[in-house]
């Protein structure tokens, strides 16, 4: 019993003093987020799929923009190496009540 509750304590302190380290290094600024959606085909996308893509994503107000899809809400659509297809909101700060088509795919777009 005597070892338990010195392993407790130990484990505590040690929490303790972790816990007092992350919050001295963590910066104090507004925190901030984002949605990341990931859509896993069935089936590996050929080039005809991809093509198909390229032309509906801009139907949806998606432009092409280096290796992605990018649109005037500042979100993107990007493809992964494995297959996935990514849908992605740009960093939004807590609080941020003016953003709130994120969940939309059409953005606005008919």
Do not use: W
């Not at 050929?46 to 809400?73: A, I, Q, Y």
């Not at 992605?88 to 059409?106: A, I, K, Q, V």
């Amino acid at each position: 019993m005597i070892n338990k509750n010195k392993n407790d304590n130990l484990t505590k302190t040690f929490s303790n003093q972790l816990l007092d380290i992350i919050r001295k290094k963590t910066i104090k600024s507004p925190r901030s987020y984002s949605f990341e959606y990931e859509f896993l085909p069935a089936a590996l996308l050929s080039l005809r799929h991809m093509e198909k893509l390229s032309e509906f994503l801009p139907t949806r107000g998606f432009m092409p923009h280096d290796e992605c899809f990018t649109s005037s809400f500042g979100m993107y659509v990007t493809f992964e190496p494995g297959g996935q297809i990514e849908y992605c909101s740009p960093p939004l700060l807590g609080g941020d009540d003016e953003r709130d088509s994120f969940n939309s795919f059409s953005c606005g777009y008919p």
